[in-house]
Every structure is written in structure tokens, then in C-alpha cells.
């Protein structure tokens, strides 16, 4: 494909991308906010812009891994052009639609994933697929939740150990102030992990085209975008599904808030040094559900965590089936890309 002509639709797909990027700061609001905004430590209104700062600050923290991981480890990035790019982001960003609608918490990044992987394999088959980076991408929606749950668990029965002697007004106090803390490390990580991966797509389609030379690499401008966008999305606020982050699945107070965001906080730190792009939504929820069940089994609200894992376990093949459409409608109807 000629670079110089593609230039206005590759323009068109970044846009398409940093729209993505945007979408997944609103859907996944709720994974850095739902907590301190339910145990009433900030109003929601504040909450978002101290999530969105976090966001936004994210590049300075951690390197670049999961972008690579995402722009040449799920599917052949040979393979990569224009219509793979628009059928990858569509299907993505349907489903996210769909599911911030109905206030579903599912994941941006696995949508993302799915996207890819069904337009890679509508133009290529299943030898389009990179089954090494695509094997720690699945290995990490298993784990990362139940990480997530057994750090939260394990912080809670902890720190009720620590906090035995204090009175519940004292307990309360302190941890309303640490939740800033907690909060601030969450948000720093949901940044960190989920505006790679469109950073991700956004430099594999530049490379496809030759504008980034022989060797795959991430354009600091390509960067900057990609945080200020999630940055952005996450200042709107996904409040459906803030509720049910925050108030449906378990009653939290401020000590388990503090627990659940730092247990998660954890899991999307290491995982993000390591590159494995996870789902911020699965370790936020695993990790809430871990100190519902510190305090008692009966605290959670399991239905509501079964609704959601249900929507886990169709994100993936959902967002494929519309991105190979997607793809197949733009090579039958002869789009020109």
C-alpha cells in the first residue's frame, strides 16, 4: 500500500482509535472510581478528575510492554492493514457501547483483543493468530481476577488484624484518608495497562504503513494522545456502571475500599511491567469481591458477580463476530482503504 495515499484514512483510523481509547476511559471510569465514590470518601464529581489525573500521568510510570505486546504478540503484524485496524476497533468498540448501556462492567482490553483476533482471523485464518502472546492474554483473564481477590482478601484480613485494638471511628478516619492513596495507585495502573493497548494499535498501523522504519516502536506523540483520551473518557464518568462496581455487587467501607483498590492496584502494576495487557475491570471486580467475602460469604451479592462473569466469558467472541463483519463488509463492498 502506497503511505502517501493512505495518509486521510490513516488519519481517519487513528481517530477511530483515540474514539476507542476515549470509550474505554468512560466504560472503565467505574474500575478507578466505583470504590471511594462509595464509601463516600469523594463525590463523584471530584472523583473523576483525580482518576483522570492518574490517567493521564500513566506514561511516566511504566515502560511500554503492553503496547508491544498488543501491536505484535496477538495477531501477525505482517498481516496488519487498514481494514484488519477498522474491523479490530469496531468490534471493539460495539461492544463496549453495548455493554456501558446496560451497565455491564465488562473488559475494554479483552474487546480489543477479541476485535483483533477476529479480524486477523477473517483475512488469515487461524495461522493469523500469535498463539504465544494471544496464550498469556487468555492465561491473564483467569488470573488477573482471582489475583485481584486473593491480595484484597488477603489485605483485609490483615489489616482487621492491625486495626483489632482501634475503635470502628478511628478505623474509619485513617482509611478515609489512605483511600486517596489507594485510589490514586489504581487509577495510575488502569492507565498504565489499558492506554497501551490502543497505543498498541495505533503503532502497528504506522508500522504496516512504513512510517516507523524497520523496527516496531511507539511514537511518544502516539502516547500522549492515547493517555489524554483515556484521560478524557474517564473525566465523563461511566456512572451505570459505577453503581454496579461500587454499590451493587457488595456494601464497602473505607478500609475494604482501601483494600480492594491496593490488592488491584497490585495485580495491574505487575502485570503491566511484565506486559501482559489485563483487565482492569476483572481485577477491580475479583478484588471487591474478595473483601465482600473477608467479611462473610453471604456479603456478596452473587448474582450480580455471576451477570458479570457471564458478559466476561462472551466479550472476546462477541467483539470477534463484529470485527470479522466488520472486516468482511469492508473488502465485499470494496471500501478503499
Not at 472510581?33 to 464509601?39: C, Q
Request: charged share 10%.
Amino acid at each position: 500500500m502506497d503511505a502517501t495515499l493512505a495518509l486521510p484514512v490513516l488519519i481517519g483510523l487513528v481517530g477511530i482509535a483515540l474514539l476507542f481509547d476515549f470509550l474505554n476511559g468512560l466504560h472503565d471510569a467505574a474500575n478507578s472510581i466505583a470504590t471511594i465514590v462509595s464509601t463516600r470518601v469523594l463525590r463523584p464529581q471530584y472523583a473523576v478528575l483525580w482518576a483522570a489525573f492518574f490517567n493521564f500521568v500513566a506514561f511516566g510510570v511504566f515502560g511500554l510492554h503492553v503496547a508491544n505486546t498488543i501491536g505484535t504478540g496477538i495477531i501477525d503484524p505482517n498481516l496488519i492493514d487498514a481494514p484488519v485496524i477498522f474491523g479490530a476497533l469496531m468490534g471493539a468498540i460495539v461492544w463496549n457501547v453495548i455493554t456501558w448501556g446496560l451497565g455491564i462492567p465488562s473488559s475494554s482490553s479483552h474487546a480489543l483483543i477479541g476485535g483483533l483476533l477476529g479480524a486477523g482471523l477473517a483475512k488469515a485464518g487461524f495461522s493469523a493468530a500469535e498463539w504465544k502472546g494471544l496464550s498469556m492474554a487468555l492465561v491473564a483473564i483467569v488470573l488477573s481476577p482471582v489475583v485481584g481477590f486473593l491480595l484484597a482478601l488477603l489485605l483485609t484480613a490483615i489489616v482487621s488484624w492491625a486495626s483489632v485494638r482501634s475503635t470502628p471511628f478511628a478505623v474509619d478516619r485513617a482509611f478515609r484518608i489512605l483511600q486517596f492513596v489507594s485510589a490514586s495507585l489504581y487509577s495510575l495502573g488502569h492507565g498504565g495497562n489499558d492506554a497501551q493497548k490502543t497505543m498498541g494499535i495505533i503503532a502497528v498501523l504506522l508500522y504496516s504503513q512504513g512510517y516507523l522504519g524497520a523496527e516496531f516502536s511507539v511514537p511518544f506523540w502516539v502516547v500522549l494522545s492515547c493517555q489524554a483520551s483515556m484521560a478524557l473518557g474517564t473525566l465523563m464518568g461511566g456512572w451505570r456502571i459505577v453503581r454496579t462496581m461500587g454499590l451493587r455487587i457488595t456494601k464497602l467501607t473505607p478500609m475494604q475500599g482501601f483494600c480492594a483498590e491496593t490488592g488491584g492496584a497490585a495485580t495491574l502494576f505487575a502485570a503491566t511491567f511484565l506486559g501482559v495487557p489485563v483487565s482492569t475491570t476483572h481485577t477491580i471486580t475479583g478484588a471487591i469481591v474478595g473483601v465482600g467475602a473477608a467479611r462473610r460469604v453471604s456479603a456478596v451479592r452473587w448474582n450480580v458477580a455471576n451477570s458479570i462473569v457471564y458478559a466476561w466469558v462472551i466479550t472476546i467472541p462477541a467483539s470477534a463476530i463484529v470485527a470479522a463483519l466488520s472486516y468482511w463488509a469492508v473488502t465485499l463492498l470494496h471500501i478503499r482503504f
